[in-house]
């Protein structure tokens, strides 16, 4: 089966820039994208197709895909980024995966 | 604007049986592909189930095949999953989602907890 593994934990200061990754086989050839949860809350798209933002997400959101991962990054960390953020990807086998998720915290 | 509304969560034994139901409204359900996707309490997400606009394809992850049966009436704008020889470690959190190949909207989820 496919899997998508990523770091539990990221650590970021307030107005860094912080980057969460998202690694399998051959990721690159598939569409990443990534959400966002917060406790008590619904997951929220923020990039889709690798590098594209809904609308209503913030600039700082970006993302890319290259080889084996995905990246996740937030550009200008802000106290209300501290979440848990999950990769996902779509195979022919498998269909719909997600990564274990990363926790990340702002301090 | 987009909602997407669960409903039918509960306490339930083991090896009992609960459908899920999800209302959306703002948009054109059969215009999508929709999901289930799950969330055990402290866990990640997992996908459950997908379906296709007019219901004529329908795929489950491994853990739920034979168990599970998504389904979805488009005149009601209502999707459904009914969930059948419920096992603890299927208790979780139940969303619906608009399926692109990305989950760009879903619901506020519904708590299935499967104990005795």
């Known amino acids: 089966s496919y899997e998508l593994t990523q770091p539990p934990s990221v650590s970021v200061s307030p107005g860094q820039t912080a980057s969460i990754t998202c690694s399998a086989d051959?990721?690159?050839?598939?569409?990443a994208s990534w959400y966002q949860q917060k406790p008590g809350q619904s997951p929220v798209l923020v990039i889709y197709?690798?590098?594209k933002r809904p609308s209503g997400i913030p600039a700082r959101f970006s993302g890319s895909n290259s080889g084996n991962t995905a990246t996740l990054t937030i550009s200008g960390t802000q106290a209300m980024d501290e979440a848990d953020y999950y990769c996902?990807?779509?195979?022919?086998?498998?269909?719909?995966?997600f990564g274990g998720g990363t926790k990340l915290t702002v301090l | 604007e987009v909602q997407l509304v669960e409903s039918g969560g509960g306490l339930v034994q083991p090896g009992g049986s609960l459908r899920l139901s999800c209302a959306a409204s703002?948009?054109?359900?059969?215009?999508?592909?929709m999901s289930w996707v799950r969330q055990a309490p402290g866990k990640g997400l997992e996908w459950v189930a997908n379906?296709?606009?007019?219901?004529?394809?329908?795929s489950y992850v491994d853990s739920v095949k034979g168990r599970f049966t998504i389904s979805r009436d488009n005149a009601k704008n209502s999707l459904y999953l009914q969930m059948n020889s419920l096992r603890a470690e299927d208790t979780a959190v139940y969303y619906c989602?608009?399926?692109?190949?990305?989950?760009?909207?879903w619901g506020q989820g519904t708590l299935v907890t499967v104990s005795s």
């Open positions: 989602a608009r399926d692109l190949y990305f989950f760009e909207s």
């Open positions: 703002g948009f054109t359900l059969s215009d999508y592909w």
């Open positions: 197709q690798d590098s």
């Open positions: 996902q990807a779509w195979d022919s086998s498998t269909y719909v995966v």
């Open positions: 051959k990721l690159g050839d598939k569409y």
């Open positions: 379906i296709k606009q007019d219901g004529s394809e329908k």
